[in-house]
């Protein structure tokens, strides 16, 4: 690549990103070579025979390879079996699993993120997405268990419940920052702990809680709630209508952002609160509504996640490494809170994460690596100075704008 | 110290900030750089500072060639810069600031704040730079924290001072002292570039006049000129510097302020009792030294500060205490003392900001969808009309400069349908250009019968748009006179003398 080409890099967001993508996965390979006891050895006997280096590297693009062709396989396909189902017709379920696996994965995770970014483009952090989420989660459980109807009608009350499960939580934060000027960070953080207490209440001491169980386990969505497999129940593929919904959830986001009345209201709260109440928007008015639509969307994660994959939740709803709340953060800060970017971080990670399972399970490298490597794209994409200096570009002083602020905005 | 620039060129991609500059600055002369917003003369500052580097010419100190390769460069060989925008740490003392960087120490690296504080009364002595050294920046008036600046740059012993726009932050007294600290400065040896676009400055106190335009030299000219001369040379076409004001029907009262009253952020009562009308047809200028209520009073007019006690009437309807929308709706177009706070937001397109408060009104929006097709062409259309010199429409408004930026919040205010238009120091910073062509906007609204209110430092504008003076002092409108009674009694009344 010549210099003008690697200069442009410094402008093209984009590029950035693919180039921190890159640094994500030669630290990663820094990281196995670390941690891989047959790659140590074989570089510990360096200086045994004249042909130890070329032995030692050997064995490291051996393991690393290896690792990077599970999470490649795992989390996108086997190229083979893609040749084999195309000339033959068949084992298609097989060679689509992980394909599906990863589309899963993103659903919940796109529609979250996207709830996170619209707060994020006003100016607000927005951490209380988990706990939205798994609000969403309990409302659509209620309404998707207790309730009888048909599909037509079922299905949607169960979604909007999601939805309107999120906008309370939302609106709590909304309100105490609007009225009482309580940060957002603290009471949304906080929340996430109060509303995991709660969903263990609600699942052990209502009557949501399954009939005849002691556990703090639901009772489970009628058949007319689910968010059903997209190629049928017998398929043996995961991937649900719910990635219908994730794409309306997009296209939503593109043109609220970009071409909504109440979108320009928001970003120019973001960019500057002063001018958004000198040329007439209501700043209050604005904060409790982007609470209730970043609140409702990460809501609708929730119940999304629960009709397409759980179909019942339980006292570990969205808790712990399952929480896409949290997840959703960091994927907004990897697509620059914009539609696409989100489309793009969420695939990425669900990818790596469906992806891991197969690399532990192939090479017994932890899945943690995949952690690691998320991280890792994460910290470079948030500092593209950095990116810069380690590829030399000398690129202007424009660096990427996170539309994101400091704790004492 | 004697300072020449030879054929300096400075490019941005295609755009060529500075075409062959070359000027020579003489030891202890007030050389004054003089040209529009946008001319290059604050690129050209930056070079001379090293902070950005010609592609082509030499710069000479005392005949000899140097290069910087930053503003560390550039200090050690003697040049110091006082920037438009301050560079002071706000909670740190006059004395702490000055050394910072640079501090005296006692054993073990402790401050010496008393060797810290003598040096700034030596130069503060040497040079009529008063100042206490060991008060807080962020409670110093702007006037003081720019000494501070001024005394930072000659502690490091600066035998060449930049001064980029000093005074465009400054009230009338503070810039006649500043011309006397100038003037002492030149006298100790000391030259000094100042950068400005502002006439009357040039005229008191510079000795060599160079004016740039478009990057390049256009002229050198001498003080003596007038300032019609000047204001043409400047912006290359002949340029009218009084108003031109036809008679005009006064009509009916369109903003009636009945015994207002606003406090400000601490609670402090900095507006007690005013009662103002403003008609149709009227310009109303508000005179005062800066600080005297009038930021408070348009901000309670806008909606942007609650009115404590009183009535704020907008063409018949009560507006006292109403939000921002409403008043806005009601007919009022309002120019805010500081644009780039609430003015502006940077961020967006030049096209956005000229809708930001109509935005989801019609042509701009329908239901919920902006109509972003009616928005661009109002953008390609108040561009034109109202010259505002950016690369596009969907340019960041942060990319154009102070001047530009005033034009997009008039041509967006100006372009609503309003009753009363009321702006705070509508032509700060901006140069004659662009000023006479605010003040024929201001008039032609005036003429088409809307009420006008205008706050203003200047003395000048005030007296050349206002057809009514209102003179604020302490809070309160002292007195409201024609213009016609002349600088003196105006000027005495905003020193309180109307008391």
């Known amino acids: 690549m010549n210099r003008t080409s690697l200069r442009r890099i410094g402008e093209s967001p984009s590029l950035l990103t693919f180039f921190a993508l890159l640094l994500g996965f030669l630290i990663g390979a820094v990281v196995i070579i670390a941690t891989t006891a047959p790659v140590l050895n074989a570089w510990r006997q360096l200086f045994s025979s004249p042909t130890a280096v070329l032995h030692a590297l050997n064995v490291t693009f051996d393991n690393v390879g290896a690792a990077y062709r599970a999470l490649f396989v795992g ?119 109060v509303i995991a207490f709660f969903l263990v209440y609600v699942v052990q001491s209502t009557p949501l809680q399954q009939p005849g169980q002691a556990n703090d386990i639901s009772r489970t969505l009628d058949h007319s709630a689910l968010l059903l497999p997209l190629f049928g129940a017998g398929s043996g593929l995961r991937v649900s209508y719910g990635v219908f919904v994730a794409a309306g959830v997009v296209a939503f986001g593109w043109w609220f952002l970009n071409r909504s009345t109440l979108g320009f209201a928001f970003r120019v709260t973001g960019a500057n609160p002063n001018a958004a109440r000198a040329a007439g928007f209501n700043p209050k008015r604005i904060i409790i509504l982007v609470f209730m639509i970043s609140g409702g969307l990460a809501g609708l994660a929730g119940v999304v996640q629960l009709a397409s994959t759980n179909y019942f939740i339980d006292g570990g709803f969205l808790i712990g490494s399952a929480g896409i709340g949290f997840t959703a953060i960091t994927v907004s800060l990897l697509g620059r809170n914009k539609p696409a970017g989100i489309v793009w971080g969420s695939l990425l990670f669900a990818a790596l994460g469906v992806g891991g399972r197969t690399m532990q399970a192939r090479t017994g490298i932890p899945l943690d690596l995949a952690l690691i490597i998320q991280s890792i794209v994460v910290l470079f994409v948030a500092s593209p100075v950095l990116v810069k200096e380690i590829f030399r570009l000398r690129a202007k002083a424009q660096t990427v704008q996170l539309a994101t602020k400091g704790w004492s905005q | 110290m004697r300072v020449e620039l030879r054929g300096i060129t400075k490019r941005f991609g295609s755009f060529t900030a500075n075409d062959a500059i070359s000027l020579t600055v003489e030891p202890g002369q007030i050389h004054c750089l003089l040209g529009e917003n946008g001319a290059g003369k604050s690129t050209l500052m930056n070079v001379v500072f090293g902070l950005l580097h010609a592609d082509e010419g030499e710069i000479l100190i005392n005949g000899e060639s140097v290069a910087f390769s930053n503003s560390g460069d550039a200090v050690r060989k003697g040049i110091g810069m006082v920037h438009q925008h301050f560079m002071l740490v706000p909670v740190f003392t006059v004395a702490e600031n000055v050394v910072l960087g640079f ?87 000391k030259s000094i570039l100042f950068i400005t676009h502002k006439l009357k400055e040039v005229r008191a106190v510079a000795d060599v006049i160079t004016v740039i335009r478009q990057g390049r030299v256009v002229d050198t000219v001498s003080p003596s000129l007038s300032e019609g001369e000047l204001a043409t040379a400047m912006v290359g076409r002949s340029v009218s510097l009084t108003v031109e004001k036809e008679d005009v029907v006064v009509g009916a009262a369109v903003l009636e302020l009945r015994n207002v009253t606003v406090r400000d952020d601490r609670g402090v009562a900095v507006v007690t009792n005013v009662s103002l009308d403003v008609r149709e047809g009227q310009i109303m200028a508000i005179a005062g030294v800066q600080g005297n209520g009038q930021t408070e009073l348009v901000e309670a007019i806008a909606g942007l500060r609650h009115v404590e006690s009183g009535t704020i009437t907008l063409g018949g309807r009560d507006i006292t205490n109403a939000s921002p929308r409403q008043i806005l709706d009601a007919g009022l177009g309002h120019v805010p003392e500081d644009r780039q706070r609430d003015g502006l937001v940077l961020s967006l397109s030049v096209a956005d900001n000229l809708v930001l408060n109509a935005a989801a009104k019609a042509p701009f929006a329908k239901g919920w969808n902006r109509r972003l097709a009616a928005v661009r062409d109002n953008a390609t259309a108040l561009v034109e009309r109202f010259d505002v010199r950016t690369t596009g429409i969907d340019a960041e408004v942060g990319s154009l400069s102070g001047g530009n930026q005033q034009k997009v919040i008039v041509a967006r205010e100006l372009s609503r349908d309003i009753t009363c238009f009321i702006a705070a120091q509508p032509t700060r910073g901006l140069d004659v250009g662009s000023i006479e062509y605010v003040h024929s906007q201001i008039v032609a609204e005036r003429n088409s019968g809307r009420g006008v209110v205008i706050v203003s430092s200047e003395l000048d504008e005030v007296l050349a748009l206002g057809d009514q003076v209102a003179v604020m002092f302490a809070g309160t409108i002292v007195d409201v006179v024609s213009p016609d009674v002349g600088r003196e009694a105006i000027g005495l009344l905003m020193a309180g003398g109307g008391q």
């Open chain 2, 103 to 189: 501090e005296p120490t006692k054993s073990l690296g402790r401050l010496d704040a008393k060797a810290a504080a003598d040096q700034i009364r030596t130069l503060s002595a040497r040079f009529g730079l008063d100042v206490d050294p060991d008060a807080v920046v962020e409670n110093l008036p702007v006037g003081l924290q720019q000494r501070v600046e001024i005394i930072k740059a000659l502690s490091h012993d600066a035998e060449l001072l930049i001064l980029d726009e000093p005074t465009a932050v400054l009230t009338p007294q503070e810039i006649d002292a500043l011309m006397d600290i100038m003037r002492s400065l030149a006298a100790a040896g």
């Open chain 1, 75 to 193: 989390s996108i396909g086997n190229p083979s079996s893609f040749a084999h189902s195309l000339a033959t017709g068949q084992s298609w379920t097989a060679t689509l699993t992980p394909l599906s696996e990863t589309l899963t994965y993103a659903t919940p995770l796109v529609i979250a993120s996207m709830g996170v970014a619209l707060a994020f483009q006003t100016g607000i952090f927005n951490i209380g997405a988990n706990g939205q989420a798994i609000l969403g989660g309990i409302g659509g459980a209620w309404i998707g268990s207790m309730m009888h109807a048909p599909m037509i009608i079922h299905l949607p009350l169960t979604l909007l419940a999601g939805v309107a499960g999120g906008v309370l939580g939302g609106l709590i934060p909304g309100i105490l920052k609007s009225f009482a000027g309580a940060h957002e960070v603290i009471v949304t953080l906080m929340l996430n702990y």
